[in-house]
C-alpha cells in the first residue's frame, strides 16, 4: 500500500463550489505540506503542518484552508473554487529531522470550470 | 526572500553524462535537495546536501558549494527512463522546502 495517499485523484468542479482535498500517510511523519504544481513554476507551497496543533500559511494560501485532523491526515479545502486555482495538487510529509526529504502523494488533478 | 536558478530544459543522448546547475539565494540556509518527476507523477526524493561537497548515489551525484550558493545534480550513463523533470530545493530554518521551477531532461536514443 502506498505511504501516502489522496483523494480523490481527478476532480471537476464549477466555479463558486467548496471542494475538500484529502491526504493520508501511514509514515508516522509529523509533518505534512500540500503543495500546487502549475506548468513551468515547479512546486508552490500553499500550506504546511508540523505537528496536529501546528498550521502555517505558505507562499501562496489566499482562497485556501487546511485541517490537520490527526496526525495521520491533512486535507485542503478551496472555500469557494475560481478557474486560477485550476492545477495539480500534491500533499507531502517529511520526518522531524527536516523538510529535505519529502514523501509525495499521488496528487490530485483539480478543474474549475 | 528565496529564490532559485536553474535551467529550464537540458537534451542529452543514452550513454552521456548530463550536469543540472542550480543557484540560489535564501537566508538560514540549511541545504539543497533534489527531486525527480516523471511527467504526471508524484516527486520523488533523490538527495540532499548540507555540506560542501559531492553525495554520489549509483549513476546520480549531487554537489553544493556553499560560499557559491551552488550546486547540481551529475548524471551519468544516461537511460531513456531518465527522462523527466528535475528540481533542485532549498530547505533553510523556517522549516519549509522551496522548489525551482524545474529542468526538464529529455534523453535521446
Known amino acids: 500500500d502506498a505511504d501516502v495517499t489522496q483523494t480523490p485523484r481527478n476532480r471537476i468542479t464549477k466555479t463558486g463550489k467548496r471542494i475538500m482535498l484529502e491526504c493520508s500517510q501511514t509514515?508516522?511523519?509529523?509533518?505534512m505540506y500540500w503543495y500546487r504544481q502549475d506548468p513551468g513554476l515547479g512546486l508552490r507551497l500553499i500550506y504546511y503542518?508540523?505537528?496536529?496543533?501546528?498550521?502555517n500559511k505558505g507562499e501562496i494560501s489566499d482562497g485556501y484552508s487546511v485541517s490537520r485532523q490527526a496526525q495521520a491526515k491533512f486535507s485542503l479545502s478551496l472555500e469557494s473554487a475560481i478557474p486560477n486555482q485550476t492545477a495539480l495538487y500534491f500533499c507531502?510529509?517529511?520526518?522531524?529531522?527536516?523538510?529535505?526529504?519529502?514523501?509525495f502523494g499521488p496528487g490530485t488533478r483539480l478543474t474549475v470550470t | 526572500g528565496q529564490s532559485l536558478e536553474q535551467p529550464s530544459e537540458v537534451t542529452a543522448v543514452e550513454g552521456a553524462i548530463v550536469q543540472i546547475n542550480c543557484t540560489y539565494q535564501t537566508s538560514g540556509f540549511y541545504g539543497l535537495s533534489w527531486y525527480q518527476q516523471h511527467d504526471g507523477g508524484a516527486p520523488t526524493f533523490l538527495s540532499y546536501n548540507a555540506l560542501d561537497g559531492l553525495e554520489e548515489t549509483g549513476r546520480f551525484s549531487s554537489f553544493l558549494s556553499r560560499s557559491d550558493s551552488y550546486g547540481y545534480l551529475l548524471l551519468q550513463e544516461l537511460q531513456m527512463k531518465d527522462s523527466a523533470s528535475y528540481f533542485c530545493a532549498v530547505s533553510s530554518n523556517t522549516g519549509k522546502l522551496i522548489f525551482g521551477q524545474g529542468t526538464t531532461l529529455q534523453v535521446k536514443p
Open positions: 509514515k508516522g511523519h509529523d509533518r
Open positions: 507531502a510529509t517529511s520526518s522531524g529531522q527536516g523538510p529535505h526529504e519529502q514523501y
Open positions: 503542518s508540523f505537528d496536529v496543533k501546528d498550521i
